[in-house]
């Protein structure tokens, strides 16, 4: 089953505008990462937050997190066309014991049009 | 530094063949997650080696088995193929296992059955 889930699963901004998306999980959670995904390739690593920061920073990416609410965001300011993916949400959890895994949500497909 | 290397790309198996993946993490890096990513189930765990032991297993059929040699490079295989074992395998390396590592994804390895 998917921990994260995030919403809207599209979206399709304008060049130049801020695009904003959400993720919502059911369990605790030790960190949250958000990566990138371009069309039939790997995942890009963007951001690792920790369950104990509210807020973080990288470029014109901004995370936040808020475990009261289990949800995250991931704001991408001044889109560009460059920026068309899929983003994706991946908590972890543990499994049993000592053992965990990285679970991911289904994406956001994020269309920038120039 | 090189990243995640996977091999073959594409590759196309008939219905009852097995499937050998391979995955090199980066330099440096004891632990090796393998992904399985499909348009319906999205981004699923399938195991992670860390010091050549498998450390977590999600939850796929024994058909899907994998192993990680001394220099910490990982294989993966899958028997009798199913239609349904079509899908994009990811693998993903970090330095080490346990929450809050960064976790770097190779460019997949897509896989048909027909």
């Known amino acids: 089953s998917q921990q994260g889930e995030e919403d809207p699963q599209a979206l399709s901004i304008q060049e130049g505008e801020n695009a904003t998306m959400n993720c919502s999980y059911k369990?605790?959670?030790?960190?949250l990462q958000w990566y990138r995904q371009n069309s039939g390739r790997g995942l890009v690593h963007l951001i690792l937050i920790r369950s104990n920061e509210r807020e973080k920073h990288s470029g014109r990416l901004r995370v936040t997190l808020d475990t009261s609410k289990k949800s995250s965001s991931l704001l991408i300011t001044a889109s560009r066309a460059a920026d068309t993916a899929s983003y994706f949400c991946a908590t972890d959890a543990w499994i049993t014991g000592s053992n965990y895994k990285l679970t991911f949500g289904k994406g956001t497909l994020l269309t920038v049009n120039p | 530094k090189a990243g995640v290397t996977q091999t073959p790309r594409y590759l196309i198996k008939t219905r009852g063949q097995q499937v050998t993946l391979s995955c090199s993490p980066i330099s440096g890096h004891r632990s090796v997650s393998w992904y399985q990513q499909t348009p319906g189930q999205g981004l699923q765990f399938l195991f992670e080696y860390f010091s050549e032991t498998q450390r977590n297993k999600g939850n796929f059929p024994g058909r899907f088995s994998g192993r990680q040699f001394s220099n910490s490079r990982s294989e993966m295989n899958v028997s009798t193929l199913e239609l349904g074992d079509s899908a994009l395998y990811l693998c993903a390396s970090s330095l080490v296992s346990g929450f809050g590592n960064t976790i770097y994804f190779g460019e997949g390895s897509w896989l048909t059955v027909v």
């Open positions: 369990t605790s959670i030790n960190n």
